[in-house]
């Protein structure tokens, strides 16, 4: 039978779906090449649609491949960690890719097609919250060839598309698929794919068959093998319209432990973000030991170490380590398997470990923070959880060293708070704490040890039953949930109070510790005091840069430098709305935020510094304000002719008058007036914080956020009327009915003169009676 070249290509691809062959595969392509050579033995020949298509790929792919980039991460002891994809988008040497390709702090190298490195100058532009990254790369003499933008969003339903990568390890693949939807996931706009995404492919480019980028592969999904995602070209756009470079040597200092304070041990990926310190990847003592040893001086005996820690997989183990001699020899206390361990290290293998007390106790907390803490006397090694004892031992096998931190396996463990001291204060419950808690205790039976028999009475009056089995277990969820919500209401109570009590506070200490009070309120976790310190080293980085006469202007210059030039610190544009760009230390971690809370910082910087910045809130825009010292700069020869407007927002952008009068306009639609220019108090500007928060909560409805921004504006501002109604409508939404009734009733007690009585005995008449 002679058959066409077309049917039997058709039949060909018909034969590979049944048998499940992707057109990535190999074997497809092998056979796809045989099927063509094939056809050209045909009497007459003529160019079908499918050699056309075929040969049209390998010039599309022949095309796009020489802009494709290999990128691969390093380990801290050198070694490979991980591997990425990039691609060219500026001849000049500018490479796109994602965010988590690189990691914060890791150095990574840049491979062209050909193999060669090209050397790496800076991180031109950064966005963690989007996953992307602009890398700047030297060109030398080689001619580095960009992809052409698709325009943004025009990536249409059911369009074909490519996409580059080294998925697995495996370099220079491509695998061929359509775009099935554009998708929201998790606030981002994303393009969903239907090809196979894989480790390695994260950071390529999305080509269309015309040869232009469309986006950026960013992740694979967790349903379905053959479905992943890529990050609009539009995102990438906007970060490449606003770049925060960074030198490479400092990004590779970022987020790394302090080598002034720490030695870490054994390999893994030891780094402190976010008040944390985090332990990622198996070291490579044995177990997948690895340490992180504190440089601090230790007391006399009898003293104490302590941290909290918080494991990914309580199958792992991690927590601390004492009398350590810098190697293979220490103590180490820590949970593993949901148990508490105590061992003696005296070498690399487990033949030279003796584990000399493992027990249970009721006081760990699976999947949560909890204290471990080790008090170490002339006699004895004392363990505590969450300050209770749980080991004691008289082993004496070491009896100095380091202390520190460990992890063992793969877990990825979290650590807050270390503290070395005499006598460190141990975490318990108050009397009053342990009585009202205790009244939550009620009889309990094993329902897992329920009889067959017992199964079968019950079976008698299946129905009922049945029905009074759901009823309860209905009733234990909606207690379940009422827990949950009061154990985030009572880890709220001692930020709302530490807010309260910052009206006592002096002055220059409000705006720092307010700030990141509000951030607590949505990250109780954040470590306030470690902020409070990197602060200080950040001051220190700048004025170790200048001279110790220096004047204002040479000040606000080295300042710029520090913040825009040299860490790339920038306004949030991409996702301007998101509530990580008014939490101040997120704004520390990430380099970017809003004109508000990156003006704190500056603000903050520049009082360590010796200058005298205040807040301006304009209209719709935060700046700030340097108050020039005119005595100061005159005799130094400088001139700051009088303040200075600054947008920090816009990298420290020196504002005109004039330039601050259109900024006016263009959100009041009105003139200047000198009162917008005036210094705004520590409490107008935490409230302004409060108040964008408030403002994303509401709309995305969500009532509990919304409640607790309330409950901070009314904790800096305790008499505000309309404050203190809004907390008590949101008490009433959210059921804190008791709460709600309280607020009112103060309301109707205090009586202050702007008070609507009758609207509030309303509200209250409102609010359902409770026993």
Known sequence: ????????????????????????????????????????????????AADVDVKSHQELIAKIRPSVMTIRVNGRDGDAMGLGTGFVIDSAGLIATNFHVIDEGRPFTVEMASGKRLRVTSV???????????????????????????????????????????????????????????????????????????????????????????????????????????????????LRDHPNPVSIDRWIRLGNMNEESWTTLFGAVWQQRNGHITARGLGNGFGGRSLCLSKSDIPKRPFEISVEVRMDDEAGAAGLVFHSDGQDRHYGFYPSSGRLRLTCFMGPSIYSWQVLKEVASEHYLLDQWNQLKVRID????????????????????????????????????????????????????SESAQKWLGQLDVPSIDLDSLRTEQVQDLGESSELSSRELTRRAVKLEKQAAQFRRIAHDVQRTVTIQRLHK????????????????????DNPDIDIDAYKIRIEEMAAEVLSELPADATSV?????????????????????EYYHPANSHLNRVIDDREGLPITMSILYMELGRRLGLRIEGVGLPGH????????????????????????????????????????????????????????????????????????????????????????????????????????????LRGITGRYTAAREELDWLLENNPPELDRELVERMRSALPNQK
């Open 622 to 729: 935060f700046v700030v304000k340097h108050v020039g010292d005119e005595k100061d700069d005159q005799r130094n020869g400088d001139q700051l002719n009088g303040d200075q407007l600054i947008d920090v927002f816009d990298r420290g952008k020196l504002l005109t008058r004039s330039e601050a009068a259109d900024i006016v306009a263009s959100h009041a639609r009105r003139p200047l007036r000198d009162e917008d220019l005036r210094g705004s108090t520590s409490t107008e500007i935490l409230t302004r914080v409060l108040n964008n928060l408030l403002g994303i909560a509401g709309d995305g409805k969500d009532a509990e956020a919304m409640l607790r921004y309330t409950e901070g504006l009314v904790a800096i501002n305790p008499g505000m009327v309309d404050f203190r109604m809004m907390r008590a409508q």
């Open 124 to 238: 031109e532009a950064s966005d963690r919250a989007n996953d992307l990254v602009l890398i700047r790369v030297d060109p030398e003499n080689e001619t580095l060839k960009a992809i052409e933008f698709a325009e943004p969003m025009s990536c249409d339903q059911g369009t074909r598309v490519l996409a580059f990568g080294n998925p697995l390890g495996l370099e220079g693949s491509v695998v061929e698929g359509i775009v099935s939807a554009q998708r929201e996931i998790e606030g981002r706009m994303l393009l969903q794919l239907a090809m196979p995404v894989e480790p390695g492919n994260s950071g390529g480019p999305l080509v269309d068959l015309d040869g232009r980028v469309h986006g950026i592969i960013n992740m694979k999904s967790a349903i379905d093998d053959n479905l992943g995602f890529a990050i609009p070209i539009d995102q990438l756009i906007s």
């Open 554 to 574: 040479q000040k606000q210059v080295a300042l710029h430098r520090y913040l825009f030039d040299e860490n790339g610190f920038h306004g949030s544009r991409s």
């Open 502 to 521: 910052l009206l006592e506070a002096k002055p220059d200490e409000q705006l720092l510790q307010g700030a990141l009070l509000i951030a607590a309120l």
């Open 378 to 429: 002339n006699e004895s090694i004392r363990c505590f959880v969450n300050g209770q004892l749980v080991i004691e031992s008289r082993d004496a096998q070491l009896t100095h060293g380091q202390v520190g931190l460990a992890k063992f396996r793969d877990t990825k463990p979290d650590f807050k708070r270390f503290q070395i001291g005499t006598e460190l204060p141990s975490e318990a419950l």
């Open 1 to 48: 039978m002679d058959v066409s070249k077309v049917d039997l290509f058709s039949l060909f691809l018909a034969n590979c779906q049944e048998v499940n062959v992707h057109r990535s595969n190999p074997l497809f392509l092998l056979c796809i090449t045989t099927l063509v050579l094939s056809c050209l033995s045909v009497t007459s020949f003529s160019a079908t």
